[in-house]
């Protein structure tokens, strides 16, 4: 899982709290997470797998270039399957070498390898899950830019940027004070620790509190751009911007329920560090409370980068399609929003040539003098699940 302890768990001269959560039973621990990790990995894999009853490969027309919003939707995949790969890698090392984290003491110092490995196992969990907190950050950014100001597709470039420069920025600096003055003798006291947790946490309470309140205003002008074509607003347009709040609840409340638990747990231990002695019955409860929800993460933390994939697209089936020469005739982009006039006899296109008109329709209205035709590729680019599925593509993505 990721959590800034295990990082704390590195250093030979631990604090209590630390050592407490981490040497109870390691093995089932290592064993859940390995698990959910597993499990999180293959699903995530196969959902961004291009299938072969797939809905981008209906129709015969060329495909414009996504804006930078799906984009950011398949790195925010990306960065949580790594991440979920680290906490694969590093589970299955401590069940299979399960002294290893024994050989980090103050005492046994001559091993440098266990050392090595619980760092670099560490950094590269929380490299790529805070990277994930910033690229979802900058997704609701995104979004209400487009659909605000019709700004058009943003410059991908800066978001990468700003997101893996502050990544890497956050975590050599939280690390670097971490292990001061050396690995194999971390200096010790809460005030040395909290700048790495704050380094840790800061994206994630940045994702939980802003997005929400750009995923609001995005809303809001989704539903005045929709109204303000001809002052009317249709059944088909409250459907429209239904499912696309549906699609920003979704997103956050996978958010919600797989890091939640970390803060929690994060503020009842540091309650537990401030107290001389955290074996007292009176902090019973609070013990039982601590081991719980650690439990909790070492499941919940690797099942994001799967369940973010169904908050995106949906189910998107296990009918992967390995024909490498059928992908390059038909790219890997959001599908057009421009259709024929006339269906061809596929059934798919023609149970969504109502949909397709609509945002046609739309794209054509312009609201204060400019067209939205980009602000309404960002409710069009993400609609299209990856799979096959015979129900409107309009239901699927959002």
């Not at 991440?83 to 401590?94: D, E, N």
């Not at 024994?102 to 090595?116: A, M």
């Not at 939640?260 to 503020?267: R, Y």
Request: proline letters at 5%; a neutral charge.
């Amino acid at each position: 899982m990721a959590s800034p302890r295990l990082e704390t768990f590195c250093c030979p001269n631990r604090d209590a709290a630390t050592e407490f959560v981490l040497t109870f039973q390691p093995v089932l621990f290592g064993a859940l997470s390995l698990t959910s990790a597993a499990l999180s990995l293959l699903f995530a894999i196969l959902q961004i797998l291009p299938k072969s009853n797939g809905y981008r490969r209906v129709g015969q027309h060329p495909l414009p270039r996504p804006a930078s919003s799906s984009r950011i939707l398949f790195i925010i995949s990306v960065c949580d399957i790594l991440g979920c790969a680290g906490i694969a890698m590093r589970s299955s090392v401590w069940l299979g070498l399960p002294n290893i984290m024994e050989n980090i003491s103050v005492v046994n110092n001559t091993d440098v390898w266990p050392e090595v490995f619980c760092v670099g196992s560490s950094m590269w969990i929380q490299l790529f899950y805070s990277a994930s907190f910033w690229w979802t950050f900058c997704y609701a950014v995104d979004v209400f830019l487009v659909v605000k100001t019709s700004a058009g597709i943003s410059t991908i470039i800066l978001y990468h940027m700003i997101t893996w420069g502050l990544a890497v920025l956050l975590c050599v600096e939280g690390v670097a004070m971490l292990y001061y003055p050396s690995i194999s003798n971390c200096e010790q006291g809460l005030q040395h620790a909290i700048p790495h947790y704050v380094t840790t946490y800061a994206p994630m309470l940045l994702v939980l509190i802003a997005n929400p309140i750009f995923f609001n205003c995005t809303i809001s002008a989704v539903t005045s751009l929709l109204k303000g074509r001809q002052g009317i607003y249709t059944e088909n347009e409250r459907r429209l911007a239904s499912d696309i709040k549906l699609r920003f609840f979704k997103m956050m409340l996978v958010f919600f329920i797989c890091w939640a638990p970390n803060i929690i747990n994060e503020i009842l231990l540091f309650y537990l560090e401030m107290q001389t002695d955290i074996n007292d019955s009176s902090l019973r409860n609070i013990r039982n409370a601590v081991l719980i929800l650690w439990f909790i993460m070492g499941i919940l933390n690797p099942m994001q980068a799967f369940l973010n994939t169904l908050a995106f697209h949906g189910w998107t089936g296990l009918s992967v399609d390995f024909n490498l020469q059928r992908r390059r005739e038909l790219p890997w982009d959001s599908l057009s929003t421009s259709v024929p006039n006339t269906a061809t006899g596929n059934p798919v296109v023609g149970n969504n040539l109502l949909y397709q008109s609509h945002i046609q329709e739309i794209q054509k209205a312009k609201v204060n003098g400019k067209h939205h035709s980009d602000a309404i590729s960002v409710l069009s680019e993400g609609n299209w699940p990856l799979g096959g599925s015979n129900s409107s593509p309009m239901y699927q993505g959002w």
